[in-house]
């Protein structure tokens, strides 16, 4: 996902008025309340990663991960996974031997009988993939600031930015 989720500047000048607290461990911090995962991410549901029944199963893989690979070979997969189980058992590592490996591998992939979904990848729904990547894409945000995203303590749909509180003194140095 490369759509831009915030407007950084924007949440950079929140947190710089926030308030300083003390956290359980002894951590100063500001934070400002986000929004709630009902309102945020694109499938707007809250859900466990083994308690998944209210998303909707991926078209492709009907709720799997996984495809029929149409070049899977069984019989030349499992062999070249003996062979490569084989060569990593005994090896020296040298140059030649890790080209080979990587060579056995790539083999590997392509020849297994199954594959991800590339839909879904490998979530079993395209709605957990679509939050994955929202919040894959909010973390890169947030780390330009040095801040991240956690759940509240209060209400677990409730999404905080925090980061390290930043102490101004009077003069306005930092």
């Given at each position: 996902?490369?759509?831009?989720?915030l407007?950084?500047n924007?949440?950079?000048q929140?947190?710089?008025?926030e308030d300083?607290?003390?956290?359980?461990?002894?951590n100063?911090?500001?934070?400002?309340?986000l929004?709630s995962?009902l309102n945020?991410?694109?499938?707007r549901?809250?859900?466990?990663?083994?308690?998944?029944?209210n998303?909707?199963?991926?078209?492709?893989?009907?709720?799997?991960?996984?495809?029929?690979?149409?070049?899977?070979?069984?019989k030349?997969?499992?062999?070249?996974?003996?062979?490569?189980?084989?060569?990593?058992r005994?090896y020296?590592?040298?140059?030649?031997?890790?080209?080979?490996?990587?060579?056995?591998w790539k083999?590997e992939?392509?020849?297994?009988?199954?594959?991800?979904c590339?839909?879904?990848n490998?979530?079993?729904s395209?709605?957990?993939?679509?939050?994955?990547d929202?919040?894959?894409?909010?973390?890169?945000?947030?780390?330009?600031?040095?801040?991240?995203?956690?759940?509240?303590?209060?209400?677990?749909?409730?999404?905080?930015?925090?980061?390290?509180?930043?102490?101004?003194?009077?003069?306005?140095t930092?």
């Open positions: 996902m490369t759509t831009q989720i407007d950084i924007k949440v950079k929140l947190l710089d008025n300083i607290y003390e956290d359980d461990d002894g100063k911090l500001q934070t400002i309340y929004g995962i945020l991410t694109p499938s549901k809250m859900y466990m990663p083994f308690a998944c029944s998303l909707s199963p991926c078209t492709r893989c009907n709720g799997t991960g996984v495809i029929r690979n149409k070049h899977g070979k069984r030349k997969y499992e062999n070249t996974r003996k062979k490569r189980t084989q060569l990593l005994t020296k590592i040298t140059q030649h031997n890790k080209n080979k490996e990587e060579k056995l083999q992939n392509q020849w297994k009988p199954m594959k991800i590339p839909e879904c490998g979530e079993g395209l709605e957990a993939r679509l939050d994955q929202w919040w894959e894409q909010l973390e890169i945000e947030l780390n330009e600031i040095n801040a991240w995203a956690h759940e509240s303590n209060d209400d677990g749909c409730d999404i905080l930015i925090s980061r390290e509180a930043i102490e101004v003194n009077d003069d306005g930092r």
